[in-house]
Every structure is written in structure tokens, then in C-alpha cells.
């Protein structure tokens, strides 16, 4: 069975595109990016950008676009048991059409990776096949916000994620 991802959130004026691999289990039973309660990403979110987990997710992610943000993951669909990255099965991922994407978001400045595994299936996956100014936009990986990333303090991941997005958009 595979898991697939959720539609972008996203509007036509979104400067940043903020990458995860793909919804965890939490995620993917109540529909919503991030919805796993230790994650962090909702949390540093509401310190940036005032899209705290206290308000309703259709009210975060509101505040996301208003600010140029956009939310997507790399892979459409994948197989992977449970929620961790490292157990995605690498041959079964079906990456999302990012040439479409960017030709329909002409203002995305750059590329935001949710985590190293992101980031790794997007250069494996997805960079090969974008055209050259696709494959030009900046992309900067940022610590995973996942519960299953604790070695980091909160304090330190927000730190990393101000320092770039609070300059790039």
C-alpha cells in the first residue's frame, strides 16, 4: 500500500516552497500537514508567522499563504510502513510534478527541505528532471521539525529556520 501526500498549499504569488517527503501516519489520518502533536513545524510556524498550532488549520495555513508560503511534499506516493523517513521504500516513490509547479508559481525564490530526507529525494528524484531555471532556485535544508528528530533542541531548530526564512521572504 502507499501513502500519498496531500495537494500543495500554496497560492500563485508563494516565494518560499517548504518540502517534507510525506505525510506521517497522524498526518495522513486527519488530512492535515504536520498534524503529529510533537512535531514541531506548527510551533516554529507561530513564532515566524503567527500560524501557531492554537489556531485552526485552516487558519495556519491562511497565515502561511499570506506570507508567501508554500507547503508540499516531494513524494506523491510511496510506500512506507509507519511514519519514519528511513523506512520509505526508495523504488516505489512516485515524486510530485514539481516543472508544473514551479512554471505555475513563477515566483518561488527558493526551496526549503523539511529534513534531510527531503532533500536527498528531491536530488535523486525530482532535480534530473526540471528544466534548467527550476533546476536554479536556491534550496537550503533545514532541521526536520519530526518528533523523530529530538537530538535537536526546539530552541535551535527555530533558530535555523528564522535564520533563513525570516530573510527570504
Known sequence: MHDKCFPPIADA???VLILGSLPGQVSLQRQQYYAHPHNAFWKIMGRLF??????????RTQRLIENGIALWDVCASAQRPGSLDAAIVHSSVVPNAFAAFIES???IGLICFNG???AELYRRQVLPGLPAAAQAIRTATLPSTSPAHAAMPFEEKLTRWAALLQTSH
Not at 503567527?50 to 487558519?59: I, N, S
Open 116 to 118: 534531510g530526507k527531503a
Open 105 to 107: 508559481h513563477p515566483d
Open 13 to 15: 504569488h508563494a516565494r
Open 50 to 59: 503567527g500560524a501557531g498550532p492554537e489556531l485552526v488549520y485552516a487558519e
